[in-house]
């Protein structure tokens, strides 16, 4: 897709392109290329807020610095799409997100002007400093190093020590603050605050620019005056926002605010700050959604709006001509205000993911029961254990990528004092176009090693339902459920909650041969080939497991002496996953079978629709069918033998 609106975006395939025209040519520039964002994502789909709001940025600075000498590190990734256009990728740009094509997010494979590969948040000025002190240990003092990170992904705590360690070298660190007060959804804590209070400060930004520019002129005397410098800087800013400035409390000398949409202003800025040694930060106020009126005014809504009408803004909706069932984390949200609204002690939790988790419903209904607490998967894990100690049962719910990021808290402060935390493990198996970073493969195998931990996965969203009625009861401690992105099979979902005994499966159909054993929602893609297998003379049994641990024994043992061929399907890693357990229990009864097992295969599997992706890794409807008609006998009868 090369239709561009605008003379001179056509040009530039690199920044030494883009250095070919003047400064006052970049507004434009900025122009064209917010343009045709807006143009490419409407039709194809992606993410879309955060890059048309960092557009004068991006421009700014592949003008300013030479990349990919200089080191440009983007936090998450969601706002980098003009930069990949930039840099060497505008003629395949529409392939953004699709099956073979480019990434969503930088990706070190993919372009050298992507310098680390990112997708979770908060990693950037930790890489960038670890890129700046190898640069000075190699003696490349010309090179420069910048980290974009957004206001939302510094309420992590692994940036604070990227911060915490990069004050105290004297590297060639400059750490960008995008501040929108947006991540997905609207940012919060005391964070969010603090930015406001420094943007709003009529007095500072009365006196902001011409102090810099004085500051500026004054470093260049010397040592010595640079050290004076130093301390009138931080005399006027902590005086003038009466407190102490956070990022000089962590030896970052602090510039800004400054306007994020004025393109030539941050030209001159960063080219300034090239110029000034040591760590330090530059706070940068955008708007998400910038140049798109509709994204502007409602940004969460349009962080990932799908296809659009780029005219209108109506967001395309295939509109089915039956009803349908609904999204899992729908489900959820609603769910869990039901059990809520029955037992007092539940509460919700969530990492800045209310939106995309539906936690935001509860959040409604019940605001002093549910927090979100900002992207700390670390700290969200260990505020659901203080809760839990108090006699609350917490639902924390984290995508299950992201759940990768506080192993430690599961298992330090929830798993080995037993406490009653239930963690709703959405995004779960193949994620779809977020590509590797997204994935949930990891959660049975890493969630199943832990002791006292209880590790479910509902086949539809009645079960689901089911499970978290389970988990809420006395005396549960650590209870994992996991469920996947997209919608369930079940359009009358809503039905009476009922507890579910822990470690016990269910037989989905008996059958002759071979035995197939699921968890979770891939249970409905073999009783699709189940459904096919028999209408030609083949009969499988299935078991739903329902729980990865602990295993149904009794309906194992019952499997193991009756079929001599056992296939395991899970949305999950193959190694150390409910195969690798069944193969275990195998082991310890001394059984003898052909264990098959489908899953997620020791690879990072990239971007692409999750059907797609589920083909590609052998575990969908075809793919069990292809299976089972390798093992199975065909017979003439289309019913099973009795």
């Known amino acids: 897709m090369e239709d561009i609106n605008g003379p001179l975006l056509p040009n530039i395939n690199y920044p030494t392109d883009l250095k ?43 003008y300013a610095l030479n990349t990919p000498y200089d080191k440009l590190v983007w936090d998450v990734g969601h706002q980098a799409y003009g930069h990949k256009i930039l840099t060497g990728r505008r003629s395949v740009f529409h392939t953004n997100r699709i099956l073979n094509g480019i990434s969503g997010f930088p990706k070190i494979s993919e372009s050298e002007f992507d310098t680390f590969g990112v997708g979770h948040s908060s990693t950037s000025i930790s890489a960038a400093l670890g890129m700046a002190v190898a640069s000075h240990y ?29 004050g105290i070298e004297n590297s060639n660190l400059l750490v960008i603050l995008n501040d929108n007060c947006m991540s997905i959804d609207p940012n919060v804590g005391a964070l969010k605050e603090y930015l406001t209070n420094i943007t709003t400060s009529k007095s500072y930004n009365r006196f902001r620019d011409d102090i810099s520019n004085v500051l500026i002129k004054l470093s260049e005397l010397g040592p010595n005056a640079h050290k004076f410098v130093k301390k009138i800087e931080k005399s006027i800013k902590g005086t003038l926002l009466k407190q102490s400035n956070l990022f000089e409390a962590l030896n970052f000398r602090y510039f800004g605010p400054v306007d994020g949409h ?21 706070h940068c106020v955008t708007v998400k959604g910038k140049g798109f009126a509709l994204a502007e005014k409602d940004q969460t809504k349009w962080h990932a709006p799908g296809l659009f009408d780029k005219i209108t803004g109506e967001i395309k909706k295939s509109v089915p001509d039956k009803p349908q069932p609904p999204k899992y984390q729908d489900v959820f949200g609603h769910t869990l205000v039901e059990l809520a609204e029955a037992n007092k002690k539940i509460v919700g939790v969530t990492p800045a993911m209310p939106s995309g988790s539906s936690m935001n419903i509860m959040m409604k209904a019940m605001p002093a029961r549910a927090f979100d607490v ?37 298992i330090h402060d929830v798993a080995i004092q037993n406490l009653n935390v239930v963690f709703c493990l959405d995004r779960a198996g193949l994620a779809g176009a977020d590509g590797a970073t997204h994935h949930g493969a990891y959660d049975l195998a890493y969630m199943r090693s832990i002791p006292q931990m209880t590790v479910a996965a509902p086949m539809n969203e009645e079960e689901l339902r089911n499970l978290m009625y389970t988990a809420q009861q006395d005396n549960m401690g650590p209870f994992s459920i996991r469920y996947p992105r997209g919608n369930g099979v079940i359009v009358d979902w809503k039905r009476p909650l009922k507890a579910l005994e822990v470690g016990k499966g269910r037989k ?15 249970g409905n893609f073999a009783v699709d080939a189940c459904k096919e297998l028999n209408s030609e003379g083949i009969h499988p049994a299935h078991y739903d497991l329902r729980f990865a641990k602990p295993l149904d024994q009794a309906m194992l043992h019952d499997v193991f002496k009756r079929y001599k061929h056992i296939i395991t399907i899970e949305d999950g890693c193959i190694q150390g996953g409910v195969g690798s357990a069944i193969l275990e229990f195998m082991a310890d009864n001394a059984y003898s079978a052909q264990v098959i097992r489908l899953g997620i295969p020791d690879n990072f599997i990239e971007h692409g629709e999750q059907a797609e992706l589920w083909a590609l890794c052998g575990y969908d409807t075809t793919a069990i069918i292809n299976t089972v008609k390798k093992i199975a006998v065909s017979r003439t009868t289309k019913t099973m033998a009795s």
Request: aromatic share 6%.
């Open 262 to 282: 004025d393109v030539v202003r941050l030209t001159q800025v960063i080219k300034d700050l090239k110029d000034i040694p040591g760590p330090k930060l530059l």
């Open 374 to 410: 900002g992207i700390a998967e670390q700290h969200a894990v260990t505020f659901s254990a203080g809760l839990a100690t108090q006699g609350l049962i917490p639902f924390c719910n984290i995508y299950s990528s992201f759940m990768q990021r506080a192993y430690d808290q599961v």
């Open 138 to 166: 190699k003696g490349e003092t010309d090179r420069q190093h910048v980290a974009v990170i957004g206001d939302g992904a510094m309420t992590a705590g692994l940036a604070f020590e990227g911060l915490n360690h990069a």
């Open 508 to 522: 989905i159909c008996d059958g002759e041969d071979l035995a197939i054993l699921t968890i979770g929602h891939v």
């Open 20 to 62: 070919q025209y003047k400064e006052q040519d970049l507004e434009q520039i900025c122009k064209e290329l917010r343009q045709y964002i807006i143009d490419v994502v409407s039709v194809n789909g992606g993410h879309f807020g955060a890059s048309l709001g960092v557009v004068e940025l991006t421009v700014a600075l592949h």
